[in-house]
């Protein structure tokens, strides 16, 4: 039998810090990254699917399906986009949230911006040619870190 991890920076976190990050760190990040989750709620249910997205003009894009989970479920007034990075080498990380509204992009002129970016292509198999615009009304982010 062996016995659970007594270090002592461990045992109830007391050795950790936790910051807030100023909404223009949260937006640095969200620029350094390419891949995240957006969330939703979905026939009653709370829904986190991975998408690679692209920030512009203080909205984060992603592409989907027009019949997939996302394409069907939106235009939504409540929905989140999280990223994150852990170090538990250093006992580190940080999570940025943004909250707010999505709809589908349909604008001429930014449809034709979004296509000429170079974004990750998504993960999930088929065509996914319909943009999704997240307006991020509040973002928010923490930073936990060892003192």
Known sequence: MSLPNME????????????ELSEERCWELLCSQDTGRFGFNYNNR?????????????????????TGTIGIAVPRLN?????????????????????????????????????GQV??????????NNFIRMHAAVVTGRHVHLR
């Open 119 to 128: 974004m990750e292509e998504p993960w999930a198999g088929g065509e996914r």
């Open 79 to 115: 929905t989140s986009f999280e990223i994150d990075e852990a170090r538990s080498d250093r006992s580190e990380g940080w999570s940025v949230l943004a909250s707010g509204p999505s709809s589908h992009v349909e604008e001429p002129e930014l449809l034709t911006y979004l296509w």
């Open 46 to 66: 709370v829904m986190i699917l991975p998408v690679s997205y692209l920030v512009h003009n203080r909205a984060i894009y992603f592409r989907t399906s027009a």
């Open 8 to 19: 002592p920076s461990r045992i109830d976190g007391a050795r950790h810090v936790s910051n």
